[in-house]
Each structure stands twice: as C-alpha cells, then as structure tokens.
Antibody, heavy 117, light 110 residues
Framework: EVQLLESGGGLVQPGGSLRLSCAAS????????MSWVRQAPGKGLEWVSK????????YYADSVKGRFTISRDSSKNKVYMQMNSLRAEDTAVYYC??????????WGQGTLVTVSS | QTVVTQEPSFSVSPGGTVTLTCGLT?????????PSWYQQTPGQTPRTLIY???TRSSGVPDRFSGSILGNKAALTITGAQADDESDYYC??????????FGGGTKLTVL
C-alpha cells in the first residue's frame, strides 16, 4: 500500500524558512518522480514543484522559483521542500504527491504552513 | 501566460449526467496535455479520478469518464449521486516537467 506522510509544517514569520518532509512507502521510491502541491485556505490546488526519480531534474512553479528547493533522499525514501523567504501568500496546506507518469496518483494527507507575524 | 479554465460551479440532479470541462485561455487541449481529473471534498485529500485523458484510476466507478470534447478536456459523470458533490480539478501537462491545475469546479447535486 502506497503511503505518503508529510511533516514539518507550522507557523513561520514572513521572510523565514521551513523545511517540509514527505516519507514514502509501498513502492519503489527511486523509480517515480514526486511533486508538491499546495492549497491556500479556501482556494484551489496549485502545483508547486516536481523532482525526477533520480533527483537529477527539478521543476518549479514561477510563484516559488528561486525561493523553494525540492530534493530527495532515496536511502531514506523521503522528499523534501526547503522553503525560504516565505510570504503570506505561501500560507497553504502542502501535499506530497507521487507521480504516475505526468499525473498524480497518490497523495499524502498534507501539512499546514502558516506564514504570519 | 496560459491559464487552465474550468467552470466555477455546476449543478446536477441526482441520477442526472453532467459534463465538466477544462480548457486553455490560449489554444486547444489535446491528448498531449495528458489531462487528469481529481475530486476533493472539503477538508479531504484529493482523489485521483482520471488520467491520460480517459483512464480511470483504480477503484473509480465507471460512471466517471474522461474525454476530449472539441478543444477542451471533459469529465462526465453519469448517474450522479449525492456523494459526488465535491470540487473537481483538472490538470494539464504543459511540457518540460510543468503541470498546471485549473481553478476547480464546485459541483452541487440537488
């Protein structure tokens, strides 16, 4: 059974940093790309970033490019999102998602990030 | 900048059929965008319904179907049920690793 468990969310001040983690199990981790998708309160879903199975390729939405960094550790079956220079508009539930091709086939439960002073 | 468009809201009667669409502000949607569809009820994790235009995800009932209609991707729900009342999101693959969500459609069953 595929399981994705996010952690690391919390309250952070504007301009601050936070690192999210996603622990994956139930599939051959290094064979699949992984993504982060976020949802601001009362808003729709927004794709944020993606990393290839090998970790060699990374992709970012324009809204986070230069501030967020996605990475993965295949020895731990984990994906990370380092978030720097956080803004109020980054407040959202962040979901970790497994890519099945170019779509998202499994989702975690999400972790809430609140950027506020 | 190209935006993925969806109807903000739609309603359907129980037992009825509804088609939700997913378009582009510039250009047409095709199978090369690998349209996928997700269902989300408030407070819940998204659920994958359809991928690669018309392939149902495991466990999704066959009353959910995907297609290309004209210049848009489409999600059709046949025989709508009360628990189909949810938000529905489409995603289009824009190439080079990038995906874009539509704004979502809030479906009411009444």
């Amino acid at each position: 059974e595929v399981q994705l468990l996010e952690s690391g969310g919390g309250l952070v001040q504007p301009g601050g940093s936070l690192r999210l983690s996603c622990a994956a199990s139930g599939f051959t981790f290094r064979s699949y790309a992984m993504s982060w998708v976020r949802q601001a309160p009362g808003k729709g879903l927004e794709w944020v970033s993606k990393i290839s199975g090998s970790g060699d390729s990374t992709y970012y939405a324009d809204s986070v490019k230069g501030r967020f960094t996605i990475s993965r550790d295949s020895s731990k079956n984990k994906v990370y999102m380092q978030m720097n220079s956080l803004r109020a508009e980054d407040t959202a539930v962040y979901y970790c998602a497994k890519n099945g091709g170019v779509y998202f086939d499994y989702w975690g439960q999400g972790t809430l990030v609140t950027v506020s002073s | 900048q190209t935006v993925v468009t969806q109807e903000p809201s739609f309603s359907v009667s129980p037992g009825g059929t509804v088609t939700l669409t997913c378009g582009l502000t510039s250009g047409s949607v095709s199978t090369t965008h690998y349209p996928s569809w997700y269902q989300q009820t408030p407070g819940q994790t998204p659920r994958t319904l359809i991928y690669d235009t018309n392939t149902r995800s495991s466990g999704v009932p066959d009353r959910f179907s995907g297609s290309i209609l004209g210049n848009k991707a489409a999600l059709t729900i046949t025989g709508a049920q009360a628990d189909d009342e949810s938000d529905y999101y489409c995603v289009l693959y824009m190439g080079s690793g990038f995906s874009v969500f539509g704004g979502g459609t809030k479906l009411t069953v009444l």
